[in-house]
Each structure stands twice: as C-alpha cells, then as structure tokens.
C-alpha cells in the first residue's frame, strides 16, 4: 500500500501559478509518480508523469506550462502550474505506479481557476 497526501490547492486568478506537492508514504518500489486530475463532468485525464529518473511526460494540454518534479529522498512530487487557465479547473489527484504495475491515488485537491 501506498498513502498519498496532496495540497496546494485553491483559487488563482487566470494567469496566476500554483505549486501542488504531494507526500507519498513510501517511494521503495514506486516506478512513475505524477498528477492526473477530474474536471466536473468530465473523465480523470493525465496532466504530467515522473519516472525515478527524472524523465517527465505531459498532456498537450500541460506542455509548457506545468511542471513536474520529484525528490525521491522526501518522498514527494510537486506540479508547478503557471499561466493557468479557467479550463484547468479541476480536482488534482497524485498518482504513482509501482513495479509490480499497482496504482494508487491521493484523495485529491481542488485547483480553481477563475476568468
């Protein structure tokens, strides 16, 4: 099992940034860590995704705005989210996936972001 705790949420103007962190309760194991989020009505999508070594996968949607991080030692992955849009809003969950192919979830936070 995993734990997953994610915060940084909130309300930002369009325009504005925001730093999503997310503590993992271990990272022995863990392969890929990254962000997806939910959207009212809408599926769960990718946002960004971390390998171990550092290699890093975004949504079109993400590319060149969003940045993701990892520090293996503190057990944790942030999402930098900079020139952020109404369309980001959305429930941000962290996500990981071990090497045995097990994935967990956080409970997520929520990013507002008004026009």
């Known amino acids: 099992q995993v734990q997953l705790v994610e915060s940084g949420g909130g309300l930002v103007q369009a325009g504005g940034s925001l730093r999503l962190s997310c503590a993992a309760s271990?990272?022995?194991?863990?392969?890929?860590m990254g962000w997806c989020r939910q959207a009212t009505g809408k599926q769960r999508e990718l946002v960004a995704g971390?390998?171990?070594?550092?290699?890093?996968n975004y949504a079109d949607s993400a590319k060149g705005r969003f940045t993701a991080s990892r520090d293996n030692a503190k057990n944790a992955v942030y999402l930098k989210m900079n020139s952020l849009k109404p369309e980001d809003t959305a429930v941000y969950y962290c996500?990981?996936?071990?090497?045995?192919?097990?994935?967990?979830w956080g409970q997520g936070t929520q990013v507002t972001v008004s026009s």
């Open positions: 971390i390998t171990r070594g550092g290699s890093t």
């Open positions: 996500d990981v996936m071990t090497g045995k192919g097990e994935g967990y």
């Open positions: 271990r990272t022995f194991g863990i392969n890929t």
